[in-house]
């Protein structure tokens, strides 16, 4: 099994680049972990409490039971992703099922700043968008797709989403194998990852 770390600020362009990857792939050969799925429990908390939250954290994610889904996974067996929800802040009572694949792709803003997580992965890559692009991004997403609005998007931005990102997202460049930049669509850089993938699997 190919493990690939896909690593970038919000709104860089992970998830888009993922699905260009995986364009050219057969479902039953390729599957996508996402770090959102793997957000802490917080069933305890009140609404009003999980807002403050700082997401950019790495303390936010259950690294753990990421590790060990990993390690399931390179053993052959299946796991049940847990499903993520924006609005609630929380997990969901679902799960996804995930089986074996030759190659897993695991995307997700802090992956890389995990060892045990780094040391599993094949291939690192890092996508890169300029901070005020990622921002503009952001702004659009959170408010169309996550049901926020402009002043919590603002918010979380100035509060914890620029000094967590310089503090502990961007060093992660250091450890990628592939800087993609993301500024415009880089259909040159995917065309790269397919074929180091192909050539890895052939
Ligand atoms: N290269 C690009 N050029 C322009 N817009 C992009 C590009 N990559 C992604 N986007 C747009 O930016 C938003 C965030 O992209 P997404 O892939 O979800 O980022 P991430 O997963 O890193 O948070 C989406 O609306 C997407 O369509
Ligand atoms: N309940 C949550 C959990 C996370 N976030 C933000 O999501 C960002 C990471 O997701 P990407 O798809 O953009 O990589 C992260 O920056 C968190 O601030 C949230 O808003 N609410």
Redesign the pocket.
Known sequence: MLIIGIA??????????VRQIMDEMKNEEVDVISQDSYYQDTSHLSMGERKKINFDHPKSIDFDLLVAHLKELKAGNSIEEPVYSFQEHNRTKETRTIHPRKVIIV?GILILTHTDIREMFDIKIF?H?DSDERMI?RL??DINERGRDLNEVLWRYQTTLKPMHQQFIEPTKEFADIIIP?????TVAVDIVQTIIKDRLA
């Open positions: 970038g600020g919000t709104g860089s362009g992970k998830t888009t680049v995307e996508v968008a991004r659009k997403r993301t500024n415009r669509h880089n």
